[in-house]
């Protein structure tokens, strides 16, 4: 099947920069979850909440999750406890992504357990799953949030289908990362990971369109009212919100901040734009500055867990940025350096998009780009692809799902006869 192609491509490509990277054992064991999840979601669906690999450990409180940790190699789902807190409880699904290195591991962290951010996290092999548990203010159950980081770059963006499905759609979350120590890359970097959300939210709209129209106007109208968008909104003609909800982390601010006045305010303008058309709130961060990572916490937990919406905005170029989705204007924003507010709201999005290119790449030149690395990485692999050996792992792949479907069947049946069931 198309998924069992996709896992089995994803894994290979994982192993292969997890051995150049010294990490083979590691990188191993992570891509034999993940290409095993997908290979169960394909014999089942989509709609249980399934886990890519191993699970992480949690920690926390406060503000953010308390977190647990996730199953290991063989779990493909949360605990049963987890599973039977959320049966009553909110239930969040949230994804991390981004370029590769940019901050996601310890952005995750900081979430869940702030206590152990400043321990080192090692890289993310594919997608990697754990999840945080937090206490409903309302009842003694507890709220879930099940997060999953994706790693590798955009090469392995086909697996964004996996946390991202029709079902969760509803509660779903996305936070992109972005690295300002490489601030030419950014606005690449962004457009291209919200381009690709983007698509994989299409896809799912596209479906609960077909099953259920009124579900689709439901989210419609969510996204609409998260922004503050009123037919009478100045800016209603141009925003045009994401179905889910959308946080962009400039992550790795220190790197940026000593930069001139000048050079710092067309990037961060720019950010400013490209969050406030998508209707994604936007805040900066960075390791050390603990004030800017509670806000991040209170923000995230507002979009997963429901708490209160801090009305708190900071838009001065000079420092770090905090602002709330629908809580900027086009007017506030302003135009960017030879350019007016036309060419940044008439035509398409390419063409909007140019003048914020030009403005940031005359203080910040694109390096290449993650995408045009992947390219390079992707030829290097062709030419030492191997008939036989993809042959035989072809086979195998057969196998393992003979082999999953028969341990699950033979799973169930046991249950099957536990007292107390049936």
Known sequence: SRRVAMADRAARKAKRRARDKGSDAEGDAKVADVWSQLLREAEEGPARPSAGAAGGAGGGDGAAATGEGGEGADGAQAPASVLAASEKGREAFVLFCGPKQSGKSTMITHFLNPSKADDATKPTVALEYTFGRRSNTASTIK???????????????????????????????????????????VLDDLTTWLNLIQERVKECADKIKRSSPAKLAELEAAARERCGLTDAHPDARVVEPCLVPLVIIAAKYDAFHDEESARRKPLMQALRYVAHVHGAALICTHRREKNLLAHFRVMLNHFVFGTERKKTVAVDPAKPMLVQAGADTLEAIGAPPGATLTDVTEGTTTARMAPWRRAVAAYFPPAASEAEEDKRAEDEEARWMEPTVDAMRAQKNEELQRYVKEAERKLRLEASKKPGRG
């Open 143 to 185: 709220d879930i949030a099940h997060l999953w980081e994706l790693g590798g770059g955009t090469h392995l963006s086909e697996l964004l289908s996996v946390p991202l499905t029709p079902q969760r759609l509803p509660s779903a979350v996305v936070a992109i990362v972005v690295d300002m120590s490489k601030p030419g890359n």
